[in-house]
């Protein structure tokens, strides 16, 4: 309805001071507040006709006939996407982050689960990380063996040194000699290549014992392994969503946070921001149609300039998106420069 209505600068800080206002309360604003902490100089029954306009042009809501004026679903679209000034981290703020995120660890999911801990404790909101798929991880190490006949056991050593054993059960068995040959081959290509690059090389230029190797990576590497694929979940935070009024009501409680034990909606939401390879902010319904109070901020980070996780915020929809958009991107781009060392 925006397009209908001409949205003047002097409306435009009408719904700033909304929003902004509305982020800080939770309550309705009326037109005496906006009078007060506008520098618009005008009197409250002039605000009152450009809420009223704003309110005709699905902006802005009147909750009850006495109350003052909340933002709509497509306000805070408005003001996220026209209006919002992002707040700056302060340097104490950046040196903190970057060192939890820049001293030595183990491996990287422990600098992932300090990455979520570091996005629930800066924004307040409830946090999320999404691992790096281990296809597109590097390996320094793979090797596969019989077990018994038909079952095969894949073990897989990261560069960050995490050990990992996967079972393949095949229709025959496999002599253990080929099995030798094949894990020779991926371990010459694994000094340049990931898994998921190693199985379409491989496809493309094994010939002997080819139909058996792509068998077996097909069922260790899916065929359809092109599309984003979210590793594992890091969450931190999920208590913090009881303190915003919007979820004082005890079933909306329950359904977010099955939502977040369930992973389905922000697997669902993380593989939709590692499409866009780029920031993105998902506003009420956008979340979730069961979810309709909440909005979300999420980031890819990189290796190679090529996405391989995501990281985001849960909170209300009225969360303060300027705040949360400058911690997500900042953990974001101190991820990635941690992620060219896996």
Known sequence: M????SISERKKEIIKQVVNSYIETAEPVGSRIIAKR????????????????????????????????????????????????????????????EREIL?????????????????????GYTAVVSAPSELDERLEFI????????????????????????LIRTRREIPGATLEKFSLSVNRLLTKYTLSEIRKRLIEDMKEDKRMCENLLVKLVPADSGKPHTGRLYIDGKLNLLDEPEFSNIPKIKSL???????????????????????QIFIGRDVDSGVRECGMVVAPYEKEAHPVGTLGVLGPMRMNYSRVVSVVEYIAMILSSRAKEM
Not at 111 to 122: D, N
């Open 103 to 123: 001293q030595d660890a183990e491996d990287f999911s422990e600098i992932l689960r300090k990455a979520a801990q570091l996005l629930a404790s800066f924004t």
């Open 257 to 279: 946070l099955e939502a977040i034990e369930e992973k389905h909606l922000l697997l669902r939401l993380l593989d939709r921001c590692l499409e866009g390879q780029e920031l």
């Open 2 to 5: 925006t397009g209908k209505l």
């Open 143 to 166: 090797e596969f063996a019989s077990i018994r006949p038909g079952v095969i056991l894949v073990v897989m050593v990261t560069a960050g040194g995490t050990v990992r054993n996967q």
């Open 38 to 97: 506008s520098s618009l100089g005008l009197s409250s029954a002039t605000i009152r006709n450009c809420m009223a306009d704003l309110e005709e042009a699905g902006l802005l809501f009147q909750p009850h006939t006495s109350a003052g004026r909340l933002p709509t679903e497509e306000g805070l679209k408005f003001f996220v996407k026209n209006l919002m000034e992002k707040e700056p981290l302060s340097w104490g703020e950046q040196v903190a982050i």
